[in-house]
């Protein structure tokens, strides 16, 4: 991935644009709030991996992903937004995952 300084968009904006690195029918986890893809059965996110039936917390909306934003990536204060790829990464990590 790209380094922070190269990457960093700053903090997600409630509202923005999902399209384009989204996929339509992706599910957003209850517990961990990773996007995974629509035929996932479990959460993708290593640390969670709980199974879809469980933690499903509906489509990957700009309103669903932005209900909680410091828990974003994981738990992470400091989530930022690579406009690289559109990934949100957590605030600990200097690269982009």
Same mark, same amino acid.
């Given at each position: 991935?790209?380094?922070?300084?190269?990457?960093?968009?700053?903090? @997600?904006?409630?509202?923005?644009?999902?399209?384009?690195?989204?996929? @339509? #029918?992706?599910? +957003? %986890?209850?517990?961990?709030? $990773?996007?995974?893809?629509?035929?996932?059965? !479990?959460? #993708?996110?290593?640390? %969670?991996?709980?199974?879809?039936?469980?933690?499903?917390?509906? @489509?990957?909306?700009?309103?669903?992903?932005?209900?909680?934003? @410091?828990?974003?990536?994981?738990?992470? !204060?400091?989530?930022?937004? %690579?406009?690289?790829? #559109?990934? +949100? $990464?957590?605030?600990?990590?200097?690269?982009?995952?």
């Amino acid at each position: 991935g790209r380094i922070r300084e190269e990457g960093d968009g700053g903090p @997600p904006k409630p509202g923005a644009s999902l399209k384009g690195f989204i996929m @339509p #029918g992706s599910w +957003v %986890c209850s517990q961990c709030r $990773n996007v995974n893809w629509p035929q996932r059965e !479990v959460c #993708g996110m290593r640390k %969670c991996q709980r199974p879809r039936a469980e933690v499903d917390a509906g @489509p990957a909306t700009p309103e669903n992903l932005h209900m909680n934003p @410091p828990t974003a990536a994981g738990g992470s !204060v400091g989530a930022w937004l %690579c406009r690289h790829c #559109g990934n +949100v $990464n957590a605030g600990s990590r200097q690269t982009c995952f």
